[in-house]
DNA sequence: CGTAAATTTGAGGTGCATCAATTAAAGTGG
DNA sequence: CCACTTTAATTGATGCACCTCAAATTTACG
């Protein structure tokens, strides 16, 4: 039950803070580059995590902060009733393992982690970032701010899951991840393609948005019908933006990180 | 359509920051009693703001971060198809106003707000935060403290959206609300007592874990057929704690606001 | 190339929605 | 304090979106 240690320690030499290409999206954006030397000093390594692994279960006792520093990560919830809640979706830059994502009040983690592809994490240990945070105070505005990014993502979530139907939540989805994945990767791609490397199944989509597999193929089958999407294989192509964001009720404006204020 | 200024201002004298009785849950907790003085400065002033008025509507803009000093408010959301989505039920203490709660990308409201009940608002220019921020690193720490804490209430209600059917949603949205409301009286009322006032019709619990009005009615009535709990008219009894906490899932543990790390 | 995992499809059932009408309760003004 | 009005609670009949279970088919992968 408790099988621990998927990780793999990364071969070195591993990506210095002040080179990291992910900087821009993540905690540390805000840091001078002075600064990063010896915040560095705080991180414990690199990890690889397999894909379909899982990095924590609900219930372990907590003590490492991640940084997603490249692949795809959900943190999820599993009910009494054995049904399977996902809470959100990481993707490189976004940071995790704290408090509701995921540590209570016992101290173990709330909800577990699993990787949904090949994922290299940044860890250090849960018992710096207070220390990081009166010594860097940019560090707890940042902090805020993402908190609040994420915050805006889960109360999106919330209103799909009870006040959407099944075409409405996945449209809502679809568009979200492909967005989010488009915007990290805006310089490395083709901003014209339509098509992102997409790592759900369907049981993944359904456990995100509340409902079966089987409904959700259903679903998607109809959109295909309709042109608006392709989601087969790895891939995810969107062929209606339009159409997808209307009945999904999307506006990309979400997805950009605001300041605080 | 926008209707405005349903705030009546206080009448003198009001409440200082120093001798505020709520201070112990709110934003400026951990603000040392000598700064609370200029931090004063900056508020605008108390408000009282009627039962069922409006407080702000998506998409005006927005200038004004608010402290809920006394009273009951609710955060939602209207869809395109006119259905409403609550999303956090505010309590004294509470602070919102700000970006998810609910500016958006174009300066305006996300969401609305509406007071369940006659309630008294403190509240301070939006200009400010950053600037009190940088003058108090402590105040971003512990805005970046109870916005976990509400993400942590955010993913709760999203998992019993998602993954539990109506009696469970209800179940935990009672249990939930009357923890917190017995967190805040905690030294004014009898702790042996199991009831609160509470506002909500079945229409605001019915928008707030995703049911219609009359399925909520009827789930109500099951469970106090069964003498679990009693709803009617302005009082919420709680009579079998148990059987509630264990078909809702909840653990009365998630209403303690933990320190951040 | 063989096995496991994911997708696809079908048949049948149900929890909750929808719509509508009735009853009860809560304000409101005289 | 009572008639009046409005709002909320209650209850019933009917329908559908989504679930459940299961089998067939396709795809992924060592």
Redesign the pocket.
Known sequence: MNKKNNLLQCPNPQTECKECPIRKMALFRDVPEDDLGWMQEFRNSQYLLP??EILFRQGETAHTLYTLFDGWLIIFKILDNGKRQILRFLLPGDFFGFQVNSIGPTGGYLHSSLALMDSTLCAFPTTQLRLMMEKQPQLAIRLAEMEMHDMNLCQHHLIGTGRK???ERIAFLLLELFHRVRLQKQNDYDESSNSIIFP????DI?DAV??????V?????EMEKKGWTQC???YLTIRNEEALSKTGQFDPRIIISKPLI
């Open positions: 894909a379909r139907n099944a075409q759900l199944t369907q049981e359904g509340g409902l079966t597999s089987a409904h193929n259903r679903t998607l089958r087969q294989g790895k």
